[in-house]
Each structure stands twice: as structure tokens, then as C-alpha cells.
């Protein structure tokens, strides 16, 4: 019996120490009044309310946000020719209108990028041309827009 007190005289005291306390009151609406209409009554939670456990829970418990949701990259098209000496790429593109001249490609291998890629204004057909800005992209890895 005595542990059924305490946790309740413990329950009692979490509740005064959280918001449990009755809101300081608001300033009538006199223009919602002046215009003829009822003032908003306030809903008042029960005392019964205030102390559920779940009720302490919930407050005293930490929120989470929830995490970003990453969005999937767009295959661009499968790198055909390495040219190393003039660092460009020539890409078989499979959605030609997915990219724009200027925007940064990534190559994925191996389920991690390995080249980084900056598209050029020249095509050539279904053919696009970007240059190489970092790591070492092969032929036949996949293209993807960032």
C-alpha cells in the first residue's frame, strides 16, 4: 500500500513540476464580442487527464523529429568512352532530358561514388559529354544525376 502512495505522490508531483498547472488566463476577445459573436470558450482538460500516466509520459519524454527522406538519384545513362589525358566522358544517355549543361553527375560502383562528373553543353545525338571533376570513372559504371 505504501508503494501504491508513493508512486502516486510521485505521479503528483511530475504532474505539478510539468504543465499540469492551469494556463494563465487569456484577455476576453472584446472584437469577437463587439462583432456579435460568442466569445471561444476555452477546453479545460480534466484533473483525471492531467495525471494519466500517459498523459506524464508524453511530456516528460523527449520528442523525435522524424529523419529526411533520401530521394532516390535518377539514372542519367552508362558511361561508354574514358578519355583520361582530356579528363571528359562520353555518356550513353538513356534520359537525355533528365540533365542540363552544368549538372554534377556521379558515377556509383560498387554501391559508393567514384567519380564525380560536370556536364558540358556538347551532345551528340544520345550521346552526352561531361568532364571529369574528381575520382576515376570506367566504362559501363552508371551515371546518375546528384
Request: aromatic share 4%.
Amino acid at each position: 500500500m505504501s508503494r501504491f502512495l508513493h508512486t502516486s505522490l510521485v505521479l503528483v508531483m511530475a504532474c505539478a513540476a510539468t504543465s499540469c498547472k492551469s494556463p494563465p488566463k487569456k484577455p476576453d476577445a472584446p472584437a469577437a464580442v463587439a462583432e456579435g459573436q460568442p466569445a471561444p470558450s476555452p477546453n479545460p482538460a480534466t484533473f483525471l487527464q492531467k495525471l494519466s500516466p500517459f498523459a506524464l509520459l508524453s511530456k516528460l519524454r523527449p520528442h523525435r523529429t522524424q529523419p529526411p527522406v533520401a530521394s532516390l538519384p535518377t539514372q542519367i545513362g552508362v558511361i561508354r568512352q574514358v578519355n583520361i589525358a582530356s579528363q571528359f566522358v562520353l555518356i550513353d544517355a538513356q534520359m537525355s532530358s533528365a540533365a542540363q549543361a552544368g549538372d554534377t553527375l556521379v558515377v556509383i560502383a560498387d554501391r559508393k561514388v567514384t567519380s564525380e562528373l560536370k556536364l558540358t553543353a556538347l551532345r551528340a545525338g544520345s550521346f552526352l559529354i561531361a568532364d571529369i571533376l574528381t575520382g576515376e570513372p570506367r566504362a559501363d559504371d552508371p551515371v546518375y544525376r546528384k
